[in-house]
């Protein structure tokens, strides 16, 4: 007993040490393959067999070690021995009486990772692992049950052998690489009379271990290999529609128009107009023009407004020459008076028209094709 206790000792502190000293990595950034890898394990704990006597009472150590492998994220398979100490009890007068005896076991164990077959990854630190196995259990040392024959009718001598069938948990959190620390609960079943008593029904061993799992024969993860990157360069050529406006001459008839107010022929009120008219002439190559005044029926008499219109059209005349317009290009000044109405609206008849022909410019809009190049930087590997 003195040795298992320093064996839990010696377990606690080793997992003690390693936990802060060893930090877990990232499972994103891990430098190995997780599975396939082998390991080997030991643990220690307590355990008792299932009878009618007070199960508390009949508490031994117990302790193990395992050597195995997970093949994949989710299945693995150990080989496992457990033993060695163990004790029975039988409630007798005038006091109980408890004996104990000796026990091995050896089982091949299948282990299922919970959380990697729910999960969605196939590395976790923290996993629970259910298993189930078989195997063979000896027990010996049975001389204090066999002196209580007077007690135990059934009590066993020499040496007794008897399957081992087991179902288990087992909680195990990977502190780094190469280490892993446990906790394991099973249900053993055993042939009936293992405890040396007989009671029609197969015998529950149950166990439960703290241990350290040591883990290797990782394989190492590929090394991505970045290609060195080689760029060179090349010129594009785009090509696009452009607009341009070209001079065109054309011979074009001339029409621009002076407005009045009424009763009025000073063309300082239209010195706006007379000056956009000047500089349109002045632009005007063999430019023939009459001037030709009018004024609006709705007011005034026809004395009245054939003045006005006369008025009207020398004095636009004299204005346009009076802005840098040649004289030469006015062939004929003209009034109406009232008997002629070029427009249906009233009061724009209050107007002087200049109409004629001449040579001048257009801005004539043509798509051209054009193109420019642009350097472009490319990888070629």
Same mark, same amino acid.
């Given at each position: 007993?003195?040795?298992?206790?320093?064996?839990?000792?010696?377990?606690?502190?080793?997992?003690?040490?390693?936990?802060?000293?060893?930090?877990?990595?990232?499972?994103?950034?891990?430098?190995?393959?997780?599975?396939?890898?082998?390991?080997?394990?030991?643990?220690?704990?307590?355990?008792?067999?299932?009878?009618?006597?007070?199960?508390?009472?009949?508490?031994?150590?117990?302790?193990?070690?395992?050597?195995?492998?997970?093949?994949?994220?989710?299945?693995?398979?150990?080989?496992?021995?457990?033993?060695?100490?163990?004790?029975?009890?039988?409630?007798?007068?005038?006091?109980?009486?408890?004996?104990?005896?000796?026990?091995?076991?050896?089982?091949?164990?299948?282990?299922?990772?919970?959380?990697?077959?729910?999960?969605?990854?196939?590395?976790?630190?923290?996993?629970?692992?259910?298993?189930?196995?078989?195997?063979?259990?000896?027990?010996?040392?049975?001389?204090?049950?066999?002196?209580?024959?007077?007690?135990? &009718?059934?009590?066993?001598?020499?040496?007794?052998?008897?399957?081992?069938?087991?179902?288990?948990?087992?909680?195990?959190?990977?502190?780094?690489?190469?280490?892993?620390?446990?906790?394991?609960?099973?249900?053993? +079943?055993?042939?009936?009379?293992?405890?040396?008593?007989?009671?029609?029904?197969?015998?529950?061993?149950?166990?439960?271990?703290?241990?350290?799992?040591?883990?290797?024969?990782?394989?190492?993860?590929? =090394?991505? =290999?970045?290609?060195?990157?080689?760029?060179?360069?090349?010129?594009?050529? &785009?090509?696009?529609?452009?607009?341009?406006?070209?001079?065109?001459?054309?011979?074009?008839?001339?029409?621009?128009?002076?407005?009045?107010?009424?009763?009025?022929?000073?063309?300082?009120?239209?010195?706006?107009?007379?000056?956009?008219?000047?500089?349109?002439?002045?632009?005007?190559?063999?430019?023939?023009?009459?001037? &030709?005044?009018?004024?609006?029926?709705? &007011?005034? +008499?026809?004395?009245?407004?054939?003045?006005?219109?006369?008025?009207?059209?020398?004095?636009?005349?004299?204005?346009?020459?009076?802005?840098?317009?040649?004289?030469?290009?006015?062939?004929?000044?003209?009034?109406?008076?009232?008997? =002629?109405?070029?427009?249906?609206?009233?009061?724009?008849?209050?107007?002087?028209?200049?109409?004629?022909?001449?040579?001048?410019?257009?801005?004539?809009?043509?798509?051209?094709?054009?193109?420019?190049?642009?350097?472009?930087?490319?990888?070629?590997?």
């Amino acid at each position: 007993m003195m040795h298992f206790n320093r064996f839990i000792a010696v377990l606690a502190l080793a997992a003690g040490i390693a936990a802060p000293v060893f930090a877990e990595e990232d499972a994103d950034n891990l430098s190995y393959k997780p599975f396939p890898h082998m390991f080997i394990g030991i643990q220690g704990g307590g355990q008792t067999t299932l009878t009618n006597y007070s199960n508390s009472k009949l508490i031994t150590p117990t302790a193990s070690v395992s050597f195995g492998a997970w093949f994949t994220p989710v299945v693995g398979a150990r080989l496992h021995a457990n033993g060695i100490w163990n004790k029975g009890g039988i409630t007798a007068t005038p006091e109980d009486a408890k004996y104990k005896y000796k026990y091995a076991t050896a089982d091949i164990d299948l282990m299922i990772n919970l959380v990697t077959l729910c999960g969605r990854k196939s590395y976790y630190p923290l996993n629970l692992y259910l298993i189930g196995g078989i195997g063979l259990n000896t027990a010996w040392d049975n001389g204090e049950a066999v002196a209580l024959d007077n007690l135990l &009718t059934d009590a066993w001598d020499g040496k007794k052998f008897s399957h081992n069938a087991r179902v288990g948990l087992q909680l195990d959190y990977n502190i780094c690489k190469n280490v892993s620390i446990n906790l394991e609960a099973d249900a053993n +079943n055993l042939n009936d009379r293992y405890n040396s008593k007989t009671s029609n029904r197969d015998d529950w061993q149950i166990t439960a271990q703290l241990g350290l799992a040591f883990k290797f024969g990782y394989k190492k993860k590929p =090394v991505a =290999v970045v290609p060195e990157e080689v760029w060179a360069t090349r010129i594009d050529t &785009t090509w696009y529609d452009d607009v341009i406006y070209k001079d065109v001459t054309r011979d074009r008839d001339i029409k621009k128009e002076i407005f009045f107010e009424i009763r009025e022929s000073d063309v300082a009120t239209t010195a706006e107009q007379i000056q956009s008219v000047a500089e349109f002439l002045k632009g005007v190559r063999d430019a023939e023009i009459t001037i &030709t005044a009018y004024a609006d029926a709705g &007011t005034g +008499n026809p004395k009245l407004n054939m003045m006005y219109s006369e008025q009207r059209a020398q004095k636009t005349k004299q204005a346009l020459i009076d802005d840098g317009v040649d004289p030469s290009i006015i062939k004929s000044v003209e009034w109406k008076g009232d008997t =002629v109405q070029p427009y249906a609206e009233n009061d724009l008849n209050r107007v002087s028209i200049i109409t004629g022909h001449g040579i001048y410019t257009d801005k004539d809009p043509e798509t051209v094709r054009k193109f420019r190049t642009e350097e472009v930087r490319y990888r070629v590997q």
